[in-house]
């Protein structure tokens, strides 16, 4: 029998029966005539009741108090439960599930999770980080992979071998979540349609809605042809406008720069629901989109998936890979090397030669030979390889996560500290041509 999985990304849930998708669930909820709608309902009467509308509530999974859903809602894992429930109907009832979900969740979330679904008829099987999901089926090498969420992008750097996959760190980008870029094609949409018939979207909230509603297949006849013609029916009358996929380029640039700075410069694995933003792969040569079917094969033929027996059900952030039948091929995913060494620290469009004698990073983004005040660690290039030293308190990371003591570098990590937008990328530069 096949299981039941459910994939808890708050852009769309979805529901799979082994590998065959059958339902998708956007993470809004919205007060209605004293009723609370989940999923597409809640979706499409989001923006004509704003004040009586959550799309947080996957995000946050707590039991902070919530006081604009009526009675029956007192907190997010309120509505994360009603959502469940109705997934559970949707998919005809099944009693026991796996679930895949971001890396992003904390233990206390997790406990709440598996109480919310206990309560919606759901027994939990296993609980598998999307990560380890999709890197269960790609070829052995180091990938970063990069999911994005209503309200964050979260990055995994995952290490494949011939056996397993492996999340080894992860990273938080709150700044970079998928509404973040749908806005900027938002204001895109609109922008188009004042110039092209001095029609405001936005002026009411039923044309509002209608933008988000066909905001999708807007994004989907975009990518395919340049350009596309839209239209919104407002009071008998038809507002036309074009949108050009140069413009949406240019405004997901900043975005796109940022996101493929903090993925760093190896190889790149993409989710399927950031993938299909207009543009957003366009010349990101070391990126790839995976299907969106890649975590649910990852799930469905991983060998011996079942938790301890006499154990309680954690996140699992390793998972066997799949057979050589059901891993994705090479034209689909190339991956790097297990080993690349850094031989150079790019900062910025700089790329500064590793030695012995340590380059020194800043707090304000730059390298520097010797110690200062804003020192937030050092790197030097030894006998082992590149390897990074934090200064005491500095609040460097590597790949997300604290530097502790002295670590080892490879090409594609990334260095970033706490409370600062610095970043400095190990990579490997052949014939010492630093560019």
Known sequence: MRPTLIDLNDVELRVSHGEDEILRSPGYATLVDHKVEVGERGFGEAWRHPRQSHNRYWQMLDTSPLRHLGKRVRHAGDLAWL????????????????????GAYQRAQLSLLLGIAQAAGLQIDALVESAAAAGAVLAPGHYMHVEACLHQTVL??????????????REVLPELGYLQFEKRILGCVVD???????????????TEQLLHSQLGQWMSLLAQQGKVTLTIDHRGTRHEAVLQLDDVRAALAPLRRALIARAGTGAVVVDYRLARLPGLLDDWSNALALPAGAVFTGIAHSPGLVEPAGGGVSLRSQLACVPPQFRLAASHVTPVALASPASHLLVGDTAWELTASAWYLTRRGTVQRGKGVETLGAVIRGPRGAEVTASEGSGLLLNGEPVRGTQALRAGDHLTAVGSACLFVPISVHDDDAA
């Open 156 to 169: 995994t750097r995952l290490e494949v071998g011939e056996d397993d996959a492996v999340c080894v760190a």
């Open 192 to 206: 188009s349609f004042l110039t092209g018939c001095r029609f405001d979207a936005l002026h009411e909230g039923s």
């Open 83 to 102: 959502h469940l429930e109705e997934l559970r109907r949707q998919a005809g009832g099944p009693e026991r599930a796996m679930f895949i979900l971001p």
